[in-house]
């Protein structure tokens, strides 16, 4: 009977610390990582501040994890596009692009992970996702080298390269600054704008012809 009731309580734990992150990860795209409080996280979670630090030391930690958790789904999201079938150069092209939309769709999550200042904890994530981008595109870059698509040395530092462009791209266009003038109805680039110049850099870059050139050719 007691091995039960201990499992029940790790079960309760463990639901209770998804919440938790559930929560983090929503206060996070509201507001960014600077309006996630524990004590704010706590009224949203409906708990004793104190609660928190049994799942987590402090906010570095638990920041950290929302900055992983949701980095992971979007390393997910572009690694199926890089790895699905077709012609390198195209499969290039869709990933930035299902990159750039998605940051879109979510700016003010895409520019806290990409750019807002952070806990030393988050910004090693951040370090170690950088990495997990490279290495899907380093993944790509060596295909499209062995087929003569791309025509690029040094494989790994073109493909740090291509992080750091997709995040210099996007910084700008989704930084606070520009969604407030977008909202009082300034201009600025918008998505489709941004996407066609981050493919069109990010393609010459590795040698590799545009999708127009293909069908001309």
């Given at each position: 009977?007691?091995?039960?009731?201990?499992?029940?309580?790790?079960?309760?734990?463990?639901?209770?610390?998804?919440?938790?992150?559930?929560?983090?990860?929503?206060?996070?795209?509201?507001?960014?990582?600077?309006?996630?409080?524990?004590?704010?996280?706590?009224d949203?979670?409906?708990?004793?501040?104190?609660?928190?630090?049994?799942?987590?030391?402090?906010?570095?930690?638990?920041?950290?994890?929302?900055?992983?958790?949701?980095?992971?789904?979007?390393?997910?999201?572009?690694?199926?596009?890089?790895?699905?079938?077709?012609?390198?150069?195209?499969?290039?092209?869709?990933?930035?692009?299902?990159?750039?939309?998605?940051?879109?769709?979510?700016?003010?999550?895409?520019?806290?992970?990409?750019?807002e200042?952070?806990?030393?904890?988050?910004?090693?994530?951040?370090?170690?996702y950088?990495?997990?981008?490279?290495?899907?595109?380093?993944?790509?870059?060596?295909?499209?080298?062995?087929?003569?698509?791309?025509?690029?040395?040094?494989?790994?530092?073109?493909?740090?390269?291509?992080?750091?462009?997709?995040?210099?791209?996007?910084?700008?266009?989704?930084?606070?600054?520009?969604?407030?003038?977008?909202e009082?109805?300034?201009?600025?680039?918008?998505?489709?704008?941004?996407?066609?110049?981050?493919?069109?850099?990010?393609l010459?870059?590795?040698?590799?012809?545009?999708?127009?050139e293909?069908?001309?050719?």
């Open positions: 009977m007691a091995y039960r009731i201990t499992e029940a309580r790790l079960d309760r734990d463990l639901e209770l610390r998804r919440r938790i992150l559930d929560c983090a990860l929503a206060r996070v795209a509201e507001g960014g990582f600077a309006a996630l409080t524990m004590q704010a996280l706590a949203d979670v409906g708990i004793a501040t104190g609660s928190l630090y049994r799942h987590f030391r402090g906010k570095g930690e638990l920041a950290a994890e929302v900055f992983a958790r949701a980095s992971q789904h979007e390393v997910e999201a572009l690694a199926e596009v890089l790895r699905a079938p077709g012609p390198p150069a195209r499969r290039l092209a869709a990933g930035l692009e299902r990159f750039a939309a998605r940051a879109w769709h979510s700016r003010r999550l895409a520019f806290a992970l990409i750019a200042p952070v806990d030393p904890e988050v910004d090693a994530q951040r370090l170690r950088r990495e997990a981008y490279a290495g899907l595109f380093v993944e790509l870059l060596e295909e499209g080298v062995r087929h003569g698509v791309f025509r690029i040395e040094r494989i790994p530092l073109c493909a740090a390269c291509l992080v750091g462009a997709i995040a210099e791209a996007l910084i700008g266009p989704l930084s606070p600054q520009a969604r407030a003038a977008r009082q109805g300034g201009g600025g680039p918008d998505l489709a704008e941004v996407s066609r110049s981050l493919v069109t850099f990010c010459r870059a590795v040698g590799a012809s545009l999708p127009a293909e069908e001309q050719s």
